[in-house]
T-cell receptor, first 113, second 112 residues
Framework: GAVVSQHPSRVICKSGTSVKIECRSL??????MFWYRQFPKQSLMLMAT?????????EQGVEKDKFLINHASLTLSTLTVTSAHPEDSSFYIC?????????FGPGTRLLVL | GENVEQHPSTLSVQEGDSAVIKCTYS??????FPWYKQELGKGPQLIID?????GEKKDQRIAVTLNKTAKHFSLHITETQPEDSAVYFC???????????FGQGTRLTINP
């Protein structure tokens, strides 16, 4: 149980375009979802906390207008990287929380050319 | 502020030996401590967790110990196997917070 999926698993886009990443909890309802980014050989960096039906809470230094998060239902959250630039290239991972445990998705590798 | 320190950053052990990874946290009111295993190119996978009202928890070859007084917790892997090779992250949830604060990670290599 407690499976989280992400789509797409890998995306390549041109600089200036927007990219949407979906995060779904497949067998549980997640009132809270989290979005992280991870650079090579580094730890997980929390970007934002998303509660279903309310606005996301962004961590300090994360631009909310650039990284748009929508948590429209108890099983779906989306992250949209707007006007992507090469420095946005990274591994993006979501997690869904049930009770106090976070279960992670498989990640989405974004490459901006 | 909220901080989790993890050591060592890399660890290499012979197959069959034990591996120990240690973490310390800054907030004495922290109440939840999970451990995650991350294989290359994949998302982290929860392997074991412990709550502040428990001192030790075991699951087959994996165990976690918590010392609340010293504010540290450790992951113990016994009878290591090649498939245990991965990056391991500890984390802590500070009281009143939803988010987890992660350690820097330990790259564990099991040598055949």
């Amino acid at each position: 149980g407690a499976v989280v999926s992400q789509h797409p698993s890998r995306v390549i886009c041109k600089s200036g375009t927007s990219v949407k990443i979906e995060c779904r909890s497949l067998d549980f309802q997640a009132t809270t979802m989290f979005w992280y980014r991870q650079f090579p050989k580094q730890s997980l960096m929390l970007m934002a906390t998303s509660n279903e039906g309310s606005k996301a809470t962004y961590e300090q230094g994360v631009e909310k207008d650039k990284f748009l998060i929508n948590h429209a239902s108890l099983t779906l959250s989306t992250l949209t990287v707007t006007s992507a630039h090469p420095e946005d290239s990274s591994f993006y991972i979501c997690s869904g929380q049930v009770q106090e445990t976070q279960y992670f998705g498989p990640g989405t590798r974004l490459l901006v050319l | 502020g909220e901080n989790v320190e993890q050591h060592p950053s890399t660890l290499s052990v012979q197959e069959g030996d034990s591996a120990v990874i240690k973490c310390t946290y800054s907030d004495s009111a922290s109440n939840y401590f999970p451990w995650y295993k991350q294989e290359l190119g994949k998302g982290p996978q929860l392997i074991i967790d412990i709550r502040s009202n428990v001192g030790e928890k075991k699951d087959q070859r994996i165990a976690v110990t918590l010392n609340k007084t010293a504010k540290h917790f450790s992951l113990h892997i016994t009878e290591t196997q090649p498939e245990d090779s991965a990056v391991y992250f500890c984390a802590a949830r500070f009281q009143g917070a939803q988010k987890l604060v992660f350690g820097q990670g330990t790259r564990l290599t099991i040598n055949p």
